[in-house]
């Protein structure tokens, strides 16, 4: 597997760099390495069928969800904290 170039190459950006993108790819590249560290292979070539990896997903989402409440708590109290002034 890989990048499908058929369509689209490095030439096609006029030479810009988004900052943003790059950063992502950065984390990315340092999540896959703390990955493969933890599990001793990459995303590719784990063993883990289709319903182990809807598994992880839904755990993820899960925890998503968490994150996003304890976020929106934190800016309810800060808004209500304001509103005391």
Not at 62 to 79: C, F, G, N, V, W
Request: glycine letters at 6%; aromatic letters at 10%.
């Amino acid at each position: 597997m890989g990048i499908d170039t058929e369509y689209w190459t490095a030439d096609d950006t006029s030479g810009k760099v988004d900052p943003i993108v790059e950063k992502v790819k950065r984390e990315y590249d340092l999540r896959s390495a703390v990955g493969i560290t933890k599990y001793g292979t990459t995303l590719e070539d784990s063993p883990d069928g289709f319903y182990e990896f809807l598994n992880h997903l839904q755990q993820e989402l899960m925890d998503a969800t968490l994150y996003i409440e304890k976020l929106k708590s934190q800016t309810y109290a800060t808004k209500d904290a304001t509103k005391e002034v």
